[in-house]
């Protein structure tokens, strides 16, 4: 390692490396949480035709002008239109069509007054609703007396009142939500053109490690950061494959990241990446000469015909750019605690990022949520890729000491501003230690303590990142 990377630069060389990746054709559900790359015009008009909003009788507006409680206006009832219902009887002077919500308006009527305001064809007074279908199932004849007026239009949903066919019913870079998928389905999309989910391949290392469910033999622990990590990744909206710990070995960590580049759009590891004898992500990374995990070098991929559309990394050039260049990963020392020690680079012949996080579990987790999370939010194609920001008062009994020149990350719970209070507060939750799993399980948020500041204290306001709930 040589100098020391502020955060920030770091991740801005991160996100200088990462393209968005290439559009594909989902099935809606599948593209939830994507980004559309193309406008979505709608074919036909929404509603396609003009329906009732309410379950009524459709008729001429003239008709029922005189229409009230103590003066009723019958009308001969002449069909009845149920949703879905193709084939629609015409209304003529004095006559009604009981219709449905949703059914179509049928010929010649100008509005819908709703069975509240009926009788329901009952001979009685108002009606709450009408009979079932399965009660009555003649269906709607005979006469319906109409206690109050309508106007033209009424109860009405015009034809195209939604969006009219041919308006963009999405723009591209819309992210599909439940709402934005819903209305894409009204339009008749079965399949729409998005930035896929990246999927993520998620390891660790380190020969301690055992996988939940197994007993613990001496100096053993569970495997937690394959778990956590592969969690975040899905939280953050990828595709996630925990392939779980690989030994301490560098000949076999470079063998299994080889074999699980063919489904990755990037790899995650925890762990091996200081300065121990046994670091065996650093082993077996930082060093890749010639093999396949170092990615084409560029003056090889001119000899070797390399397609130029597809730039030196083996991606397509986004939007005109020029494609990543192809580098291996490189070990640096960062600015921050915790996660001092963290790798990133491309590996394999298309330019797949690695990130090479540190392997206590908190920096591991505070590395994916300050370095990874944005990597995938941008190969998604979306345009805000770091969690949003409070200001917040720091709550606590002791003044807390912070390393001087490193941005610390404690963890804390969020408390939003009451009534009247511009900013929240936060409490930190369980020490500094990069160790203390028990406590990020409680924490919500990440308290930032700048480069510059040693200490803070009750009442400072400092910049806090809250997290994803479990709720
Ligand atoms: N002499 C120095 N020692 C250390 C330094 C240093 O600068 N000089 N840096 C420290 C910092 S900071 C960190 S962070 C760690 C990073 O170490 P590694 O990335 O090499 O991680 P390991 O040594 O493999 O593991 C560290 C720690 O985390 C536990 N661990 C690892 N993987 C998992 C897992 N999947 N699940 C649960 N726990 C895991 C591991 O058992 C160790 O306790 O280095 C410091 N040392
Ligand atoms: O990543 Mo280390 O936290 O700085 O312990």
Request: with cysteine.
């Amino acid at each position: 390692m040589s100098r020391t990377w502020s955060v920030d630069e770091h991740l801005a060389d991160i996100l200088r490396s990462v393209r968005p990746l290439d559009p594909i054709e989902l099935h809606l559900l599948d593209a939830q949480g994507c980004v559309l790359v193309e406008d979505v015009l709608v074919p036909t008009p929404l509603p396609p035709f003009d329906n009732s909003s309410m379950d009524g009788y459709a008729v001429r507006v003239a008709d029922v002008e005189k229409a009230s409680e103590n003066d009723p206006v019958t009308l001969e009832v002449v069909g009845d239109v149920a949703a879905g219902t193709g084939r629609l009887p015409g209304i003529g002077p004095g006559q009604a069509v009981r219709v449905m919500t949703g059914a179509p308006l049928p010929p010649g009527a100008e509005a819908v007054v709703p069975v509240e305001w009926t009788d329901g064809g009952t001979g009685g007074g108002p009606a709450d609703a009408m009979a079932a279908h399965s009660a009555d199932p003649s269906g709607a004849t005979g006469e319906v007396r109409v206690h109050r007026p309508v106007t033209a239009r009424q109860h009405v949903r015009d034809k195209g009142g939604d969006i009219r066919a041919g308006a963009v019913a999405l723009e591209a870079g819309t992210v599909l939500g439940p709402a934005q998928i819903g209305l894409l389905a009204a339009v008749g999309c079965e399949t729409v053109t998005v930035r896929p989910r990246p999927r993520v391949v998620v390891l660790s290392t380190g020969s301690e490690l055992v996988r939940p469910g197994s007993p613990l033999g001496p100096g053993q622990i569970h495997d937690s950061n394959s778990y956590a990590l592969t969690a975040a990744a899905r939280a953050a909206g990828a595709i996630a494959y925990r392939v779980g710990a690989v030994a301490d070995d560098a000949d076999t960590l470079r063998t299994v990241i080889e074999d699980q580049l063919v489904r990755a759009d990037a790899v995650v590891t925890s762990g091996g990446v200081s300065v121990g004898a046994y670091d065996v992500v650093k082993e077996a990374l930082s060093d890749l000469g010639g093999t396949i995990l170092g990615g084409a070098d560029p003056a090889e991929s001119e000899e070797s015909g390399t397609d130029p559309e597809h730039g030196e990394s083996g991606r397509p050039p986004e939007g005109g750019k020029p494609a990543a260049p192809a580098r291996s990963v490189e070990f640096r020392r960062l600015a921050m605690q915790p996660g001092k020690p963290q790798g990133f680079g491309l590996v394999g012949p298309d330019g797949i990022p690695l990130f090479a996080l540190p392997g206590n579990p908190v920096s591991s987790y505070v590395s994916f949520e300050l370095f990874v999370r944005p990597a995938l939010r941008a190969l998604m194609g979306l345009e805000t890729v770091s969690r949003p920001t409070v200001r917040a008062r720091l709550e606590c009994e002791e003044p807390i000491g912070s390393p001087a020149g490193k941005r610390q990350f404690l963890r804390g719970r969020y408390e939003p501003p009451g009534d009247g209070e511009r900013v929240g507060t936060v409490r930190p939750v369980g020490g500094a230690g990069s160790h203390l799993l028990g406590s990020l399980a409680r924490a919500d948020a990440l308290i930032v303590v700048p480069e510059q500041t040693t200490e803070v204290a009750r009442g400072d306001e400092l910049e806090v990142v809250p997290l994803d709930g479990t709720d």
